[in-house]
């Protein structure tokens, strides 16, 4: 791609492509909060060497969700090392969906990955602190340095998680009984509950996307995470960022991703860009309709795919 | 068996030669308190139109465990009608263990009986009343009817599973995602962890054994239980009543029975006995060795068997 | 029941009030030759001290399918002795499907019971004798020591079962696997499809029924099976004799009972009746729709529950 | 890396380091031929822009094993399309083992992708022809091409397989069942046992991955396979390639890989290298252990990794 490439345009008319596809799918209704969204909104970023493009809602808030597992896999692997992190998850991907109980019962008895619920929630009892809040900190303070400005939680969204998260809650308490989660349960649930409702946009996932695909050096060109965290979250996010639908999106599109229930999809093409896409209508295995839609038609264009 | 039969010394008998195989089982360790029992005690009782019989440990007090769950169950059953119990909890056995969770997610979505933690949790929380201690009332308030005196919890033990029953909380919180369990969790599992932590012996037990055999009638003739709900009970603890060694105890004994994890069994012979045994060491499925091998020696002596 | 009840016109009674419920069921499909049945058949036999009693298509004839597995587990037992049939095959009922082949895979290796598929192919396979005939010939030989006439085999559901039984062929390979089959597969499957396809009737069930009623005696007073094989097979269709029904069975009709997909159900009342039914259309879980019904009624006016 | 690096002698220092690392692994016993390899061989291949280098036993010879689901899936979906193999077989990975059968009955009803047994099997069924020699002739065909000379199957590792292969029966025969397989169930085991038989060494597997990493290229130039076959099989190399220890291996060497448990491994660097490397010692999953070190250090000395 040469720079006069003009990305505006070709984000703009991908971006109306897609948005077409958003009556295929369903608004995620199992947290109440996130019921009220518009299915209809749409929105993707590339940030390229030469600067961020944009195109639609790419600027409309919505929550982190699962796309928060990036972030505290990140920092539980800085603050505790690799082996202290995999000896309470798996790296395996897993046939069966992100909030499944029954492996935990009949297979290694440690989530299999850290990108289905069991596992994250096991990382975030990794994660150090006196207190939540300082626990979370550690969370929020990563990604003030990769965007730059101060991160603020939902705190309806927060709520609602916390009051209604039950299946959430049985993976905690299944993990405690198995010896999977260090400390508190409740503590670490409410670690969990807020990085999922911390606030983003499009402009800034593709800052992120563009933070992992430079192996973890920040705008200014510091380092900020290891290059071996980076390459290990880059892994996952292939073999198991989007859910049980990781397979088929990696035919498809080919990138490290993971999506989040409230819509957003977080990619990087590894020494290239970083991309984001938002829409809040999900396909059946939670991964929005639209931005995986935008997600095969970018990658077309811009030879995304790794394989 | 006439009635000069020699009820005692055939207890005492067998439970000499029965005791020995203490060695091959183990105390319950899952819950710290029970830890604490002496693995070599060894009790039985056997309720007769003659009167109450036993030998050894039959005057030590053990919590019930499982084997409150029939006692809830016919608590649920009479308050609340078949039908809404059936509506929360299935009526199949299983071959999974007392306190699996994957059937919760790949089958009917419903604990598969009442005899299994899930089930029991379910059925608790079907008990009416305006607090846990309200709730509380109508199942201790059975039991006071059936033995006659007042019932007691054992606090510590009460206190140690609230505090580690870490899996009970995860099935718990599964059962409400998937709306199987009416009102708040933690008062539900408060309940729960109560009726668990009451205190009985095995001449208590064999009396509740006697009550079941007369389906339903109390010490002084006045009916206590609907015959339908005992029928229904008794039904149950033959299909799942010994956890997943049900089967080889229907086919090894033969009656409708409920062991519970700090060592008791309590014993149906339809129209005929109450019987009950002790013995805190378990075998690997949960049920006390020494209980089980007396079962069997009393089964072909007094012809137990219903089949 | 004295003597002068009217047994006909109880049944025959009992039979018009129940067949309109066939609507509520369908004709097996699994195997072709089954799906030719018609819906709307019904039958009845009662078996007592005073001699059979039927109504409605006790004389229309049906292939055992897994009624045949209480025939093959007693020659087993007979011919091989408990021990060795408990090598291959546990005695826990299962809350999985009859052909479900998950638990082989991650429990106990061990067919969970004889009762269901994979069990009844195991414990065929320990069926002796030099060849299929050879060994078919036991089971044939009790039968007609039950019936006092010779048994056929139906040979085109016999050969629809051969030419169609993927499911159990794979079960057979996968046991093969696992060494829980003696012998070589493709023979131990034929055996299997053959004794599926005994030709019986109503009458001839209740017959087989009160043989075990009276712990194997035969209709002339001489034992034909040691009475504790009998006590091994009611207690096996108590707990699961009627597919995953069986619990549900036990609570509404209480007596050890096997019910097969070409709509038949055998029926056992210790010490006093034999009793079986027929109609094709079957429940989700294959029993007989019109089948329980029927038994439902007989067993709350004669007072057939062993609970 | 610039052309004056010196290949052999690295490859012949990896070797020498990894080798010992034998004894931490077991020769595969499933197939009663493959119990006959000598754990201690250890061989390694690289297929450069600058040619081919090799070091240890990589002119031995060995089955391509599971390597063989590669080379099947690309003729499937060269011959009969991607959507008619997506009919077939899903396209996500499993935390469940190669062999598994469980998901066939739990989930999806479809093997979950085509590198595990079932859903490779499922492929085989796919590939067309009007005989077992007709279609295997396909898929020698590609391998002919590739390798540019003709291909042989061990013929006593094939009858092996046929004879012992009862889990591979089931798999297949419970297909057929829920109608997963095409055609004749023994004849296409029969192709699947042939591909598994095929003989190859390091030199051709490395040559094979070459052919991968060009997107399709012969030797020659010329393309042999569409580069969205091979770009499809290389995205299901890297998430089930390395059967449940692909995670992992993502993490640790990050390149489109297959294993077989005759010991070898074919490997691609996308655009840049073929890799291949042998030793019969397995880790519990499956995987070289020997050939999992030595790729291990290729990946950190050349750079291997797409993440």
Known sequence: MNSVFDYSGFLEETLQESRKHAERGQVASYIPELKKADPRMAGVALMTPQGLFEAGDSRVDFTLQSISKVISLLVALEQRGVEAVFS?????PTGDSFNSIVKLETSEQKPLNPMINA???????????SSVEDRFARIADLLEKILGRPVEVDESVYKSEKETGHRNRALAYFLKDINGLEGDVEEVLDLYFRQCSILVNCADLARI?????????????????????VRLASAFMVTCGMYNGSGEFAIQVGIPAKSGVSG????????????????????????????????????????????
């Not at 563009?210 to 965290?229: E, H, N, Q, R």
């Not at 896409?277 to 997600?295: E, H, Q």
């Open 209 to 229: 996307g563009m933070f992992l695909a430079t192996k973890g050096i920040g705008d200014d060109g510091t380092p900020i995470v290891s290059a071996k965290a």
């Open 119 to 129: 596992g994250a929630i096991a990382v975030c009892s990794l994660i150090p602190g």
């Open 88 to 92: 309470k998850v798996g790296s395996e």
């Open 264 to 307: 957003g999809i977080l990619g990087v093409v590894p020494g290239q860009y970083g991309v984001a896409t938002f829409g809040p209508a999900l396909d059946r295995k939670g991964n929005s309709v639209v931005g995986i839609s935008m997600l095969r038609r970018l990658s077309e264009v811009l030879d995304f795919s790794i394989f």
